[in-house]
Structure formats: C-alpha cells, structure tokens
C-alpha cells in the first residue's frame, strides 16, 4: 500500500456525514504522530500536514544542522556535511527539513494505521449524531422512508442519517411505502452498543404541539400558549389553549378562517378530531368545556376523590361519552378528575327504573364502575342497548354480559311491590321483554 492507496483512503474518509474539517484533520494528524512515536521514539521534530480535500498527507522531520561530530541527539541534530549532501549551502545553525515518504514506514505499518482511523473517524461521527440529535429532541423532522419492518420503519434524514420509526410510534391510520415522506418528531436519541438509536413519533403530545406552533403565528410568537394536551392518536385530541393578548381569541386563532390552520393538522394526523378548548381556571368552567360537545344541566365536585359527577339529559349522554367512550376519557385525563355520567330525568320515579348501585350484591363494583363509565348508570339503560353495542363500548367480556343481563331481566320479571293484600309486577320492562333477553342469553351459553 503506497501514497496512492492511503490518498485514496483519505477520500474515503471526508465523505463522512457528521464531521467537520477540522476535526477530521486533528484525527489524522493524531494516529500519524502515532505511527511516528513508534518508529522514531518521538514526534517533537516532526510536521505533519494534512489535506482532507486533496486527500493527501505530507510528512516532514525538522533537525537542527550543527558542527560535523557535534551531533548529541539524532532526532533533533544533523551535522553540516549530511546537510550539504540535501543542499550546498546550508550552515551550522539552520533547520534541516526532510520529507518522510509514507512508503517508508513498511506496508504493515500503513495498513494499521488504516484501520485505526477508520475506527477513530467512525467512533467520531457516531459521538457527532448523538449529540446533535440529543440537541434536536422535540423537533419535527421530515425523512424519507428507506425500509419497511414489521414492526418498525428505517428513515433516513436529508444527510442519510437512519432513524426509527417503531409502529407503535405510528398513528393506527399511518401507511408508509418505501420512498414516501415521513413527518414525525425525535422522541428520544439513545445510545445501544455504542451506537446511537434515534426514535421517531408521531403519537407523542409533542407532535401536535409542534404542528400548532408551524401552523399557528400566534403560539410561535408566544401570544398564545398550549396549557395541555391529551390525545387518542388518531381518533381524538383535546387542545387547551389560552391567550397573553385579551384581543386574541386563542380557540378562533387555532382553528383559523373556515378552520384553514387545524385542517391541515388534521390531514397530518390522518383526521383525527381535534377539540380546541379555552383554558380557564374556574374549575366547572373548563369541565364543561372539556366535555364539548355535550351540555351539562348540573355537577357534584369532589375535590378531596377528585371525582365529579355531571348531570344531562338523555340524548346529551352518548355525546359526552363519545364513540368507545374516548371523549370521557380525554376530558378525564384534561382536567385530572374521574368523570361519572348521569342521565338527568325528572321522571325517574314514573319509570320504576332501579339504579344499578343497588345491584351490588350480585355485580362486582367495578363492573358497575365500567358501566357507568359508559353512561349506563340505571338498569334500564343498560337493557335498553344492544348486547354488540354493550360489548363494543364496555369492553366487558361475553360472559360478564350475558351475566349481567340475566340478573336484571330477572329482576324486573321477578321485583314485585306489596300493598293493599295483593302483590304486583313493578317496572314497564315487562315481562315478556325479560323473558326475551333472558333467551337470547341462555341460548348463547
């Protein structure tokens, strides 16, 4: 391996991504002041100059020309009559300078010297992506997708940098083919044998966040200011949001002109609903505004359970509720209380309907709980849904159903008042509506 070949090697190595010239020159210059110490004891004397855009090294060993037989330190002395065979004229007192040719320190040597900076420049670029990616975490970032996994995606990023995108990172809608486009953000940047792992999001809170601030000047510029956010990626998404300038409306500002700044958020996150809510910090106040698109007539706050309980009428229930109950759960999570739905009816009493408290003894507290969660806080409201529907939004197992059912067809088959010697059946369920849940259960089992 000759100049030639080691030229060619320098080539090789300016084309890494992450480091800079001056870096890279230092790193050269080090393993060759290396190879120096090896063969000569000490590099003092000794230049190297580097040029990473020609791809060529230079070598020169400086000796001081002294008086002939007064040479005392080779390395660094030379004496007059060696110095005149290199140039006539030279005098004691001068500088020798000598180019060492690289051909010189051995083939052997050469190929070490190789693989060492090829180690070192590699190690280098590995330390320049972590610590300019760890600078970037929070950021949006656009690649193109290189590979698709099973459970991942490579993207590399304009400089050719790989990063993932692990699918649970992705929005459940998210299709990606080789070649396309991915808009995510850095999530996290870790470091696994040494080398970095850059992960990639497009579930994170962050994500939103971000978009808002490219699509709306008013969060950029600090006018307005996002409170919190609490998502579903790709279904829902509450956005509270609250202004420094009481000349700005901070949900229109988000929202836009016929809604042209969320639109284009929504199209990124593969249209899910975004709910841009007013933050305030009058508690009842912002609950109700969570609970949107749903009116509330009345609540019950207990702050010492954080547990509140809103009151609406019955065709606002499915609402506050939303589909697979995510509305309740976002607003939940939004103002930090466990949020329990009520059917508000002044003719409870007219409809001998029971409230499903009272069936403790025969149902477990917490499935009464999921129930209710679901806005079926009464037995009539629970046999009233449909048992697909029931299973969909329960999320309950088919025997807990079924279980549940049967015990309250047979309690408003079998609940009977007594007064005036006689007895008779309570409840406009009848009879033969408890008899037909009660077959279509037994039939299933």
């Known amino acids: 391996m000759g100049i030639v070949n080691l030229a ?32 000569y004891g000490d590099d003092e004397n000794f230049d190297v100059i580097v040029n990473t855009d020609k791809g060529d090294l230079e070598i020169w060993r400086r000796r001081e020309i002294v008086e002939n037989g007064a040479v005392m330190d080779s390395l660094k002395e030379v004496a007059l009559n060696e110095a005149r065979r290199v140039e006539g004229d030279y005098e004691v007192g001068e500088e020798l300078y000598e180019e060492i040719k690289i051909d010189d320190f051995g083939r052997r040597a050469i190929l070490a010297a190789r693989q060492t900076l090829i180690s070192k420049i590699m190690e280098l670029e590995k330390d320049e992506l972590y610590k300019k990616y760890s600078d970037r975490v929070g950021e949006i970032i656009m690649g193109e997708v290189y590979q698709v996994w099973k459970r991942e995606l490579l993207v ?13 990172e992705m929005i459940k809608r998210d299709f990606f083919k080789k070649g396309d486009t991915v808009r995510a953000i850095v999530k996290e940047v870790a470091l696994r044998n040494n080398t970095p792992i850059i992960r990639l999001s497009r579930t994170d809170n962050n994500f939103l966040a971000k978009l808002m601030e490219l699509e709306v000047p ?27 300038d009481d000349r700005i409306d901070p949900v229109g ?13 929504v199209r990124e996150l593969k249209n899910e609903n975004i709910d841009i809510i007013n933050f305030t910090g009058n508690t009842p106040l912002f609950i109700r505004r969570c609970l949107t698109p749903a009116k509330i007539n009345s609540m019950d706050i207990d702050d010492t359970n954080n547990r509140v309980s809103v009151y609406l009428d019955p065709e606002e229930v499915s609402k506050a509720i939303g589909k697979g109950g995510v509305n309740i759960k976002l607003a939940s999570r939004m103002t930090g209380y466990e949020i329990d739905v009520y059917r508000d009816t002044e003719d409870f009493e007219e409809e001998d309907d029971i409230m499903l408290d009272e069936f403790s003894d025969e149902i477990d507290k917490w499935v009464i709980d999921v129930l209710k969660g679901i806005g079926l806080d009464t037995a009539r409201t629970v046999l009233d849904m449909e ?59």
């Open 253 to 265: 500002a988000c929202v836009g002109m016929k809604g042209s700044r969320i639109h284009g958020i």
């Open 387 to 445: 048992r697909k529907e029931l299973l969909r939004r329960s999320d309950l197992e088919e025997e807990t159903i079924d279980n549940i059912l049967k015990i309250l067809a047979e309690e408003f088959e079998e609940y009977k008042i007594e007064g005036g010697g006689q007895t008779q059946t309570k409840g406009k369920v009848d009879n033969k509506k408890a008899n037909e849940i009660k077959a279509k259960v037994e039939e299933e089992e």
């Open 8 to 39: 060619e090697s320098f080539s090789e190595f300016k084309e890494f991504k992450n480091i800079n010239r001056p870096t890279m020159m230092k790193v050269l210059e080090d393993v060759f002041r290396t190879l120096l110490r090896k063969r």
């Open 218 to 244: 008013e969060i950029f510029d600090g006018l307005i200011v996002v409170k919190k956010i609490v998502r579903q990626p790709g279904d829902r998404a509450k956005v509270a949001v609250e202004s420094y």
């Open 156 to 168: 590399l990023d304009d400089e050719g940098n790989e990063l993932i995108l692990p699918k649970e």
